[in-house]
């Protein structure tokens, strides 16, 4: 269909988008726009893009970043916060009703803007030799240069300049795409690069050295590609409990520590009393080092890096209860119902995918509280299902929205039984 035609919203679906009946049937998702709202947009198969709005939704606000609507990172900030967040508890309240599984949804924990500690920022030659550094515009390869960014802790912010010119040496390949995950850390700055051209060589040596010049006049604490450190100024640290904890390059790291703490402090009163913990996915020890202030933990992630960084973190924590840590791929080899037969209550934080296989084992063994700490509310409530189906009741959910203005919702679930 081409040419313009008027459609009315009638809400907003899971992916942030605005829902439409097409003219001929059928669904429309008409990306910035709100229930309630009519527009004349153009079609481009099940999608339309808006024209001119007719009418607005008396929930629509101004959005806070100038970059919003052409930068693809953020897609809700024409929204009001209370309806905003109220749709995101809706995205858990739907996901748990196609496993038919009620329970009571607590309020959500909201973070604020200027909190993100964690970004990914693409960069790419521009004309004339420009360096572009930024996300992604909106269903486009093509980059939004950005100055500011809402989401971001102010740090972050202020070192755009620094950013774009330490992207530079990365991009001595036409090929190379680079993207700079980028970490605010208790030291600083850490950055890992990836998406640079490797069959050609990798980078050269000459480039290697304008990185760590760049990198030492920006005070970047690391800088490394792939992995492997390029600079190396300081140690990134990151505090969790009471350990320091050194970050192993592109390790995981929950994006906004106030959302952190707050998981932190649901799953330690949901296990509270228990005399041991097991904690699964547990990363760099995100949560292992709260825990262990409650009872001895067994912890296990699938990276080694990250697990040996929990390891020497606790050196770091005197007066915490004993910590066994594993390395151990628990998708393809969960804890057992039998490694499980001494703990009393298992944490566990896996990846979007879930952790089918490792919530069959709980459902197997003797554990009495489970708390599940998800980014995928689809996936939790598929693992969710089958613990219920062993005896287990969600007790509780509450979600957290830690990516703000964004369709990503997560949550923390407490079974008991």
Not at 293 to 312: F, G
Request: a neutral charge; one cysteine or more; hydrophobic letters at 45%.
């Amino acid at each position: 269909m081409s040419g313009t035609v008027d459609i009315d919203v009638t809400q907003v679906g899971g992916q942030g988008d605005g829902l439409a009946e097409a003219p001929g049937g059928g669904l429309l998702y008409v990306p910035l726009t709100l229930g309630g709202e009519r527009a004349r947009v153009r079609i481009e198969g099940q999608r339309a893009e808006v024209v001119e709005r007719l009418t607005s939704s008396p929930e629509r606000v101004a959005p806070p970043c100038p970059h919003f609507g052409v930068c693809g990172g953020c897609a809700l900030q024409h929204w009001a916060a209370a309806p905003y967040l109220a749709w995101k508890t809706d995205q858990v309240r739907l996901a748990l009703s196609r496993e038919r599984i009620d329970t009571d949804i607590l309020p959500i924990f909201a973070s604020p803007p200027g909190t993100r500690r964690r970004l990914a920022l693409h960069a790419r030659r521009g004309g004339k030799g420009v360096i572009l550094l930024g996300f992604k515009e909106r269903r486009s390869w093509s980059l939004v240069d950005i100055d500011v960014c809402t989401i971001a802790d102010p740090r972050l912010v202020a070192a755009l300049p620094a950013l774009r010119r330490l992207a530079d040496p990365f991009l001595e390949h036409p090929k190379s795409a680079p993207t700079l995950h980028v970490t605010w850390t208790g030291a600083g700055l850490d950055v890992d690069v990836t998406g640079v051209e490797r069959k050609s060589g990798g980078l050269s040596a000459d480039a290697r050295m304008r990185a760590a010049e760049v990198a030492s006049a920006g005070d970047m604490a690391r800088v490394s590609l792939a992995g492997e450190t390029v600079y190396g100024a300081r140690l990134p640290v990151v505090k969790l409990g009471d350990a320091v904890v050194t970050l192993p390059a592109g390790a995981f790291l929950q994006a906004v520590p106030v959302a952190e703490a707050a998981m932190a402090q649901l799953a330690c009163e949901a296990v509270a009393g228990a005399g041991r913990i097991a904690d699964l996915y547990c990363g760099v020890g995100t949560f292992t080092f709260h825990l262990a202030r409650l009872a001895p933990v067994l912890a296990a992630d699938s990276s080694a890096p990250a697990i040996a960084a929990l390891k020497a973190g606790i050196a770091t924590a005197p007066g915490l209860k004993p910590i066994t840590a594993e390395a151990r791929d628990l998708a393809r080899r969960p804890m057992l119902a039998t490694d499980l037969a001494k703990v009393d209550a298992v944490v566990f934080d896996p990846p979007r995918a879930g952790a089918l296989e490792q919530s069959r084992e709980i459902a197997l063994s003797k554990v009495s509280r489970v708390v599940g700490i998800s980014c995928n509310p689809q996936t939790f409530a598929r693992d969710a299902r089958v613990l219920i189906d062993a005896g287990f009741t969600l007790k509780s959910v509450r979600p957290i929205d830690q990516f703000l203005w964004s369709p990503h919702v997560e949550l923390v679930g407490v079974f008991e039984r």
